[in-house]
């Protein structure tokens, strides 16, 4: 008997462009939601544009987070509670997101994604993790009912965050070759139609990498949309797998013995450098990966990320240690092997 089922959820409404964030209570207003929105931001977003976002609606109140923790999420559930939100509206890089989307999906709700920044994949996404005491909580929560993203906005956050957006996306390369591998030698669920719009999210980027240069309101354009395509790619997966393989592990295992050194999306542009490399040898597309991120202001090397050459070979030997997910590290990158990876490829400089 044929007894499979799948469920793919989407955002309803996706609106990209310049000056769309006056678009926002229109966007909300065609969901039709019940009760009242409650705003999570971070101090920098509600100013920039927070006012803005409130006169569309009906004077909702804010809740204003500092840091991506418990605390933070624990705080906005229980202010949630209190005002019996119907939805939640999250407006910020990624902080706010992330803590909007867990405490959402705690207390059964929905939220709007209103990115201020296009720095991470997560802003479109159900997938979120947030740092707990020595390792990450991540959860699968579903996505945005709608994403409102103002190009112009995102044009002036700070030229760092839209790098690490880009790089976030270059390394879907790595992500859908893991999860291939994963498929063929652990039976990974895989999503063909997944995977290929991923590549093609990736490749798009590249592609277009001349044309992505600071303050451009076209580059948040392009890397919005990819974002976009990106998140869909793991709606449709039902997974992280599309985006996120051994160069994500390697992220959070550097996250974890170097912490706050680096932006999320530089470090696992790196890993995706070092993973490539891993599946393809001298062979791969680590020299185009490479290419890319250099080209667009991306850091390509462990001194560039602010690491040290240990950490970085820390990081590599001991990040398929993080979680259940198979990946090319398979059960663990020797020491030495993960020296001439991230010799070759440049990443470390060693004689
Ligand atoms: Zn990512």
């Given at each position: ?85 119907g939805y ?163 992220s959070h ?73 198979y990946t ?24």
């Open positions: 008997m044929f007894d499979k089922s799948t469920w793919i959820k989407l955002p309803r409404n996706v609106v990209v462009g310049h000056g769309v964030i006056e678009e926002l209570g229109q966007a909300v207003a065609e969901l039709h939601l019940h009760g009242d929105p409650l705003v999570v931001t971070s101090p920098t977003p509600n100013e920039l544009a927070g006012d803005r976002l409130r006169a569309q609606l009906d004077d909702p109140t804010t809740v204003t987070i500092e840091s991506a923790s418990f605390d933070s999420i624990e705080r906005v559930v229980e202010v949630a509670r209190d005002v019996d939100a939640l509206i999250a407006l910020g890089g990624g902080k706010p997101i992330d803590i909007a989307k867990m405490a959402a999906d705690e207390i059964d709700r929905g939220f709007v994604s209103v990115p201020t920044a296009a720095s991470h994949d997560g802003i479109v996404s159900g997938r979120s993790s947030i740092p707990e005491g020595d390792s990450r909580h991540s959860i699968a929560a579903d996505p945005p009912l709608a994403v409102v993203a103002d190009t112009e906005v995102i044009a002036r956050a700070p030229w760092e965050l839209t790098t690490a957006g880009c790089a976030d996306i270059i390394s879907n390369y790595t992500a859908v070759q893991d999860w291939r591998l994963a498929h063929r030698l652990k039976n990974v669920e895989y999503s063909e139609y997944a995977a290929a719009l991923s590549e093609m999210t990736a490749e798009m980027l590249v592609d277009n990498a001349a044309s992505i240069r600071p303050n451009l309101e076209e580059s948040a354009w392009i890397v919005v949309k990819a974002l976009v395509s990106s998140g869909v790619a793991m709606s449709i997966a039902g997974s992280s797998r599309p985006a996120s393989g051994a160069e994500h592990l390697f295992q550097l996250d974890r013995i170097a912490p706050n050194k680096a932006l999320h999306g530089h470090q696992v542009g790196v890993g995706s450098i070092l993973t490539e490399y891993l599946h393809s040898g001298d062979g791969g597309r680590w020299r185009a990966i490479r290419q890319a991120l250099d080209s667009i202001d991306a850091p390509t090397t462990a001194d560039e990320l602010g690491v040290s050459d240990d950490e970085v070979l820390e990081a590599l030997t001991t990040a398929h240690e993080i979680r259940d997910r090319i590290l398979g059960n663990g990158v020797d020491l030495d092997a993960a020296v001439e990876t991230a010799t070759v490829t440049g990443v470390i400089d060693r004689e």
